[in-house]
């Protein structure tokens, strides 16, 4: 038995508990894990809310929070292939394992090794934020020398496109609360704060329009700052797929072991250093994810199981 932390119905905040359950056996093309350390996304509590139909994956209650973790393979499912026991990795629960728990499974085929020299702690956040701006800044395709604007810079992985965008020779304006501007102008953004007149805060920075959008807030902030893109094609929006109706484009995301493994080079590389704001021990998991939730992190939160 071991030690997990979910949600027995839909709802709030007050639907979270504690609860113990036997180590989940792998199916075909899964590994089951203990889990070192647990990423936390907004995706989390998205999906404990019920409210989007679509993310259900119609498993039984009660359900394990969280989707990213490093850890350390102790069993193998069917037609698993490059992956053994012992080794150590980092992924992503697609069938529904959870995270938040001692142990969980993994979808083998976006699993990867954890290469020497990189923390669990580093690997664990990679899979969500990491590729996600790998997957962003991709699709753009920005030469060295560009402008960028990254809506919602704040969060983790804002602070990721962010950080890789500068890597890449990019010029990179950002926005967010006024809380989040130390950690953001700390990697070499120049920081937007919503309190003012964004988009003429951004005009006076880059008159000519920006090469590139990335949006991680969505709604009406994403239909306030989209007109300031050079050519609507160019805004590329993570979380809010409406961003078409703009002449946008979704994220296209690649969630294979391939790109976990560039993921992972970069951050050996130092190109790709996520801005970890807080860690926390599985007991406190229920705060972890409150940071998340309520819009007070900025950077990257994790939950430190073993």
């Not at 019920?50 to 989707?67: K, T």
């Not at 990491?130 to 804002?158: F, H, K, Y």
Request: no cysteine.
């Amino acid at each position: 038995m071991g030690q997990a932390w979910g949600f027995g119905r839909f709802g709030g905040p007050e639907v979270q508990e504690f609860f113990d359950r036997p180590d989940p056996v792998p199916g075909r093309g899964e590994v089951l894990i203990r889990v070192d350390v647990a990423g936390v996304n907004p995706l989390d509590h998205i999906l404990r809310s019920g409210l989007v139909a679509e993310l259900d994956s119609g498993r039984p209650f009660p359900r394990v929070l969280g989707m990213e973790a490093a850890g350390t393979v102790v069993a193998l499912g069917e037609d698993v292939d490059g992956l053994e026991v012992g080794d150590a990795v980092f992924g992503f629960a697609l069938t529904g394992g959870g995270t938040y728990a001692e142990t969980t499974v993994l979808s083998a085929p976006n699993t990867a090794r954890i290469p020497a020299g990189l923390s669990a702690t580093v690997a664990a956040t990679l899979p969500v934020a990491g590729t996600t701006a790998v997957d962003a800044l991709d699709q753009l395709g920005l030469p060295a020398g560009g402008t960028i604007l990254v809506n919602g810079v704040g969060g983790g992985v804002g602070l990721a496109v962010a950080r890789l965008a500068v890597g890449r020779g990019l010029r990179v304006i950002g926005t967010g609360s006024a809380g989040k501007r130390a950690q953001a102008e700390g990697i070499g953004v120049r920081f937007i704060d919503y309190a003012g007149d964004v988009v003429a805060a951004a005009r006076d920075l880059v008159p000519d329009g920006f090469d590139g959008i990335v949006d991680l807030v969505g709604g009406a902030s994403l239909r306030t700052v989209a007109p300031l893109a050079r050519d609507p094609r160019n805004v590329v929006a993570v979380g809010d797929s409406s961003v078409s109706d703009l002449g946008g484009r979704f994220v296209d995301r690649r969630l294979d072991r391939e790109n976990l493994e560039r993921s992972a080079q970069l951050a050996l590389d130092g190109v790709l250093a996520p801005v970890i704001t807080a860690i926390y021990p599985l007991a406190d998991a229920p705060t972890a994810l409150a940071t998340v939730e309520n819009g007070h992190s900025s950077g990257k939160v994790v939950i430190k199981v073993a």
